[in-house]
């Protein structure tokens, strides 16, 4: 069944969990910009933590993201009440 969600907020900042999706990967920008550009500036075994680390953030926001709203849901920007 597909839910249909209002809000006013005409980006996505209606839905916490994108961000902190956003949040684990802009993490990873360092590392990204290193293997992108051949830089060898961090250890190995640093960049595979990272990486780890930030794969189960990113993950853990994806489950709540899956939770909260079900893949059927859209959202409708609303106008705010001007009283």
């Given at each position: 069944m597909k839910q249909i969600i209002e809000t006013t907020?005409?980006?996505?900042d209606c839905v916490e969990q994108l961000q902190g999706i956003v949040d684990a990967i802009d993490e990873l920008a360092p590392i990204i910009?290193?293997?992108?550009?051949?830089?060898?500036k961090t250890p190995l075994?640093?960049?595979m933590e990272q990486l780890s680390i930030a794969t189960?953030?990113?993950?853990?926001?994806?489950r709540e993201l899956k939770?909260?709203?079900p893949m059927e849901t859209?959202?409708?920007?609303?106008?705010e009440d001007e009283d």
């Open positions: 907020a005409d980006g996505w910009y290193e293997i992108k550009h051949c830089v060898r075994d640093e960049i189960e953030d990113l993950f853990r926001e994806l939770l909260a709203y859209e959202f409708v920007t609303i106008k």
